[in-house]
């Protein structure tokens, strides 16, 4: 039952997000040996006023 | 103290947010043996475009 | 696909890990209309020593 | 590589957001002896209607 | 700076950590566009007494 | 209520865990306005073998 998060920064098209999720699933499945239907992906777009890295916002950098 | 993330596709009414804050708290306390005040849950919608079963984003389902 | 992450001080028992795990989902089931089936759950058991509340371990509380 | 999730009710300024991620990556560097540029905190803004504390929802407490 | 959180049931050998991590990084930058260096992977190695589907733990299923 | 999650590499001391729990707290507080008691911190020490950094576990970099 593999879950997996990704959080990026900005925004992802619906292609994007359709081949990030058939890659990371065919990967974990490949390598751990999961059958495909148990892999459940959640992806969250997050302002690049809400993350930092260093100490500094990436809106800022 | 208990945290609790629940992640659902899609939205909830706020009717459906209280009962599910309530009924998860009840058992929680109930199962665990914690007081109810030390229960906190985070519930997330998220898009049937950013969530993915077995390769495929639950938008294409 | 509701996916659900219970962090909780210390350890729990199967017997509790089983029936909370039933009740949180039968909660969600019935209040938010998914399937038993969609339901992925999560229990975190989490040492004393790594969680803090105002800024005080919870083993020093 | 320290990885921060701050999850807070309601929104923050900008300016709020910077002090907390300059401030936490300030107490992480100091008291665990990481470098600055390896800290990446991720700062999520959610709804009071979607917080529940002792099951009730933050936005009827 | 995607963050990718992956967590399964059992344990992994670091030979399978390595190829997921590898192969996960590979599809992030390919489809989105992003630096290796920017790709940091948390992999959770959980066990199947305190992961439940459909209610039932996974160690009982 | 914020809720802090903060994930490291390795281990760390239980006087680390205080400074930092007591350092992020008062950041939070004073830079968000909210009351100590609110705020929930979770330490996750994380295996080198757990963490990857541009496809490479940190145990291998």
Known sequence: MPYVNIRVAG??????????????????????GKP????????DEVERDNIAKAGTLLSNG
Chains 1, 2, 3, 4, 5, 6 share one sequence.
């Open 36 to 43: 495909p239907e148990a892999v459940l992906i959640f992806i």
């Open 11 to 32: 925004t992802l098209t619906k292609e994007q997000k359709e081949k990030i999720s058939k890659g990371v699933t065919d990967v974990i499945c490949r390598e751990a």
